[in-house]
């Protein structure tokens, strides 16, 4: 098992309402990224932030947003649910060694958000 | 734009035989290159990575991938297969963008069954 958590492990929504997912990252860990994982799907990634700013993202639309916090832990915030918001939403953490994109990510249990 | 084709939604084996789960990739720039396993209700977990170096990448588990450049390729192989390695394997590729930020992509997923 890895040091990530997420909460809550799962969620039910419904359409327009907003969401917000947390993740407590692996201790040492100074790097999140978030991930949603539609059913019979591999893993889509949403964005990255790096020590407080975001520092990549995905093809998702603004209504995504995201926090990291001093002490590396972060938010996924979705507004406006869509139907084909509902997915397994996985946060994983990482410790940036300086060569971008070689890092190794530990993965959360996920966050199964349905929307109705 | 980079991309990641795992052919086989399903490989199976028996018990004690060799697998290969396989991965081809397309991409702009030298690849970092990922393997994961999700079991069932679960978020993934790191196998192994190619960053540079040796072509073949020992990872966790008894798992290892070769990375050959000429076919774009990072097939997952293990020697002798065990019931317990039943799961969803996930083939990923990463490049460096810039501004010191990559995207990660990933591929649909290979369910490996393996039979007693």
């Known amino acids: 098992e890895t040091g990530v958590t997420q909460s809550p492990t799962h969620l039910i929504k419904t359409r327009g309402q907003q969401v917000t997912l947390r993740c407590s990252s692996q201790s040492g860990h100074n790097t999140v990224s978030w991930y949603q994982q539609a059913l019979g799907q591999g893993p889509q990634f949403i964005f990255q932030y790096y020590r407080e700013e975001e520092n990549g993202r995905g093809n998702f639309p603004p209504r995504f947003s995201g926090l990291q916090f001093p002490n590396y832990s972060s938010e996924l915030n979705v507004n406006a649910l869509e139907l084909d918001d509902s997915a397994l939403y996985l946060c994983a953490s990482s410790l940036d060694s300086g060569f971008v994109g070689t890092d190794t990510q530990y993965f959360g249990p996920g966050t199964r958000l349905t929307v109705l | 734009a980079q991309s990641v084709a795992q052919p086989e939604d399903q490989v199976n084996v028996a018990e004690g035989n060799p697998l290969t789960v396989k991965c081809t990739y397309s991409?702009?720039?030298?690849?970092?290159l990922f393997w994961y396993v999700q079991y069932p209700n679960r978020g993934l977990q790191f196998l192994l990575k190619y960053i540079t170096g040796d072509n073949l990448v020992k990872g966790s588990y008894g798992f290892e991938a070769e990375f050959n450049k000429s076919q774009t390729s990072f097939h997952l192989k293990k020697p002798s297969a065990l019931v317990s390695d039943s799961a969803l394997y996930f083939c990923a590729v990463r490049v460096p963008a810039s501004g010191g930020s990559y995207i990660p992509t990933f591929g649909r997923g290979t369910s490996l069954i393996v039979h007693p």
């Open positions: 991409v702009s720039g030298n690849p970092y």
